[in-house]
């Protein structure tokens, strides 16, 4: 049985595979009523949006908060039918999942494959930039050219980072093959955009251009600020996980790589309870809807990290790995340590702010 053995892990060994094991099997009937709980209010919720144009563009806007959870909730299906995860036969969570990607405007195979290389990957070092958040360890920014540094630093800016990230991954890059992509992955790619444009001109002549938009692109903007902050916060914390090829471990990395982000059960519906993010790296092969009883009935996985929202918007100003002391940092304590050296070693750094 594999145990967690991570290097200075403060876990004790255990055989987590059995642990996860009674959780893995779908539920078909579970699926189905998620899917009908999810997609049928979603499509209800837009209709509702286009109406209350007629009364209020206020009430529109605060329509387009649920609206965008359940299109959140949508691409956790989505993410599930990649990992195998939410119906038992392959060919159904192929479908649905095609299906789901079209709804969030991501294509299915595609995504899922990049999205594999992730979890594979996670807080390996020599592994990183597929999948991920880029992140620099701090010899590497400081090996950086200044125009180097400012790209980063750009990159790594809120702004661009929850802002225009989301809209040009999940509107722009995503409506591309990749460079790696097989046929499967391409003919994924030409289906979804085809199905995306097909849709939208169809809405669009049916409501009108101005209309299709003060509907559309709050709920857009909404949902991808609200899936990348999930995705970002729940591995860009103080006390993550990265590690050398040759010393990383997978159970190490899926357990103290990736938060529990503890939110109230509302929010936790709508996000599909990526929150316990531990549980979904630790075994991808759990569906969604078992991920909290995994963690609650299991004290051993109750000892990942955890975050609660106040809690988390610290992560924002985290944007280094520093090797030496084994966390996440930002610019202004790379500062303030890069200040603590002999200045022979600061005129050899150069300044990094």
């Known amino acids: 049985m594999s145990k967690i053995s991570g290097p200075d892990s403060p876990l004790k ?6 642990l996860v094991k009674p959780y893995m099997s779908p539920d078909n009937k579970r699926s189905i009523w998620q899917i009908t709980n999810t997609i049928l209010p979603l499509m209800a919720m837009y209709v509702l949006m286009y109406q209350s144009l007629t009364y209020s563009y206020w009430l529109t806007l605060a329509l387009a908060l649920p609206t965008a959870g359940l299109m ?3 691409f956790i299906i989505m993410h599930d039918c990649g990992h195998g995860s939410f119906f038992k036969s392959p060919k159904a969570n192929h479908w649905v999942g095609t299906i789901t990607g079209i709804l969030v405007n991501t294509p299915y195979f595609q995504w899922t494959r990049e999205h594999a ?8 070092l020599d592994r990183r930039g597929v999948g991920d958040v880029v992140t620099l360890t701090v010899k590497e ?10 790209t980063y630093r750009l990159y790594r800016n809120p702004l661009v ?6 809209h040009y991954i999940f509107l722009f890059d995503v409506r591309f093959v990749g460079k790696n992509s097989g046929k499967r992955e391409r ?14 001109g169809l809405a669009i002549w049916a409501i009108g251009l101005k209309a299709f938009l003060m509907v559309w692109l709050p709920v857009q903007i909404v949902a991808g600020v609200t899936g990348v902050w999930m995705f970002y916060v729940q591995h860009q914390f103080e006390d993550t996980y990265w590690q050398k090829h040759e010393t990383w471990d ?4 899926a357990l103290m790589g990736s938060s529990f982000y503890k939110l109230p059960r509302l929010l936790h519906w709508f996000t599909g309870n990526i929150g316990f993010h531990h549980i979904h790296h630790l075994c991808p092969k759990i569906p969604n809807y078992k991920l909290q009883a995994c963690h609650e009935e299991n004290p051993f996985f109750q000892q990942a990290p955890t975050l609660r929202f106040w809690k988390s918007l610290k992560c924002i100003n985290l944007k280094l790995w520093d090797e030496g002391q084994q ?6 304590e790379l500062k303030r340590l890069q200040a603590a050296l002999p200045l022979a070693q600061q005129a050899e750094l150069g300044n990094a702010s």
């Open 161 to 166: 980072t929850f802002g225009i990230g989301p």
């Open 327 to 332: 966390k996440l940092i930002g610019f202004g």
């Open 250 to 253: 997978y159970p190490t990395a």
């Open 187 to 200: 003919q994924g790619v030409y289906l979804t955009n085809i199905a995306l444009f097909t849709i939208w």
């Open 141 to 150: 920014y400081l090996a950086r050219s200044k125009w180097g540094r400012f």
């Open 13 to 18: 060994a255990v055989t987590w595979r059995d």
């Open 72 to 74: 959140v909730r949508v």
């Open 117 to 124: 290389i992730h979890h594979a990957t996670s807080g390996d």
